[in-house]
């Protein structure tokens, strides 16, 4: 039975300054980021949002440790739960790759791969993790976080989220958190993940029901 740690250290940081600037921690950290796959286009129009983390990240490259691991998933999954043209999207996960190598992103320090993809042992158990993380997680908790309601907003290019139909809500959008942020930090072992505060509730979360799991799942 696959078990996840019960006392999840996961850190939360401002426009990712604490990391960088932390002290060295008596354990070797694993930091999670990522991604979602789009165009160059997109890329080009969204840069001005992302050049702050884009630039945050090679910054925590450096000052980490060799025995730190750093893990940047393109996020395809997260790309799926809206309708998606494949071939865009295979032409996204290669121009997103491309950009994360040429901002500074170092293969041999830092960990890039697709989260979709089904071989590697970087993506054993996320999908099973995800099953049973829906099981467990009541209406209520993916109800309270407002990432899906952005999403659905700009799919369907509304003016605000009080604008959107959640008629054309799907579960896997309204969901997704439990995918994106739980099952991919809970599978990785994740110590440390930088977002926004934006997304704290979604770190909140994930510390729930790692502890949810772990109660409902002994042994």
Same mark, same amino acid.
């Given at each position: 039975m696959?078990?996840?740690?019960?006392?999840?250290?996961?850190?939360?940081?401002?426009q990712?300054?604490?990391?960088?600037?932390?002290?060295?921690?008596?354990?070797?950290r694993?930091?999670? =980021?990522?991604?979602?796959?789009?165009s160059?286009?997109?890329?080009?129009?969204?840069?001005? !949002? *992302?050049?702050?983390?884009l630039s945050?990240?090679?910054?925590v490259?450096?000052?980490?440790?060799?025995?730190?691991?750093?893990? =940047?998933?393109?996020?395809?999954?997260?790309?799926?739960?809206?309708? %998606?043209?494949?071939?865009?999207?295979?032409?996204?996960?290669?121009?997103?790759?491309?950009?994360?190598?040429?901002?500074?992103? !170092?293969?041999?320090?830092?960990?890039?791969?697709? %989260?979709?993809?089904?071989?590697?042992?970087?993506?054993?158990?996320?999908?099973?993790?995800?099953?049973?993380?829906?099981?467990?997680?009541?209406?209520d908790?993916?109800r309270?976080?407002?990432?899906?309601?952005?999403?659905?907003?700009?799919?369907?290019?509304?003016?605000?989220?009080?604008?959107?139909?959640?008629?054309l809500?799907n579960?896997?959008?309204?969901? *997704?958190?439990?995918?994106?942020?739980?099952? !991919?930090?809970?599978?990785?072992?994740?110590?440390?993940?930088?977002?926004?505060?934006?997304?704290?509730?979604?770190?909140?979360?994930?510390? !729930?029901?790692?502890?949810? =799991?772990?109660?409902?799942?002994?042994g």
């Open positions: 696959l078990r996840v740690r019960q006392r999840v250290t996961l850190r939360r940081t401002s990712h300054r604490q990391i960088s600037q932390s002290t060295k921690l008596p354990q070797k694993v930091i999670l =980021f990522g991604f979602q796959p789009t160059i286009p997109h890329i080009i129009s969204i840069l001005g !949002d *992302y050049l702050g983390a945050n990240w090679v910054k490259q450096k000052a980490t440790e060799l025995a730190d691991t750093l893990l =940047f998933p393109i996020v395809g999954w997260l790309a799926l739960t809206l309708p %998606q043209d494949p071939a865009t999207l295979r032409s996204g996960r290669d121009d997103i790759l491309a950009t994360l190598l040429a901002i500074g992103l !170092d293969p041999e320090r830092s960990i890039v791969f697709n %989260q979709d993809h089904a071989n590697g042992k970087l993506n054993l158990h996320r999908v099973e993790l995800c099953w049973v993380l829906n099981r467990l997680t009541l209406v908790n993916p309270r976080m407002t990432a899906w309601k952005s999403r659905l907003a700009i799919s369907r290019n509304a003016d605000s989220e009080d604008k959107v139909d959640e008629s809500l579960s896997g959008l309204f969901t *997704y958190l439990v995918l994106l942020q739980a099952a !991919d930090v809970l599978v990785k072992r994740a110590t440390h993940v930088p977002v926004g505060e934006d997304q704290q509730q979604h770190i909140e979360l994930t510390r !729930d029901l790692a502890e949810i =799991f772990n109660c409902a799942l002994p």
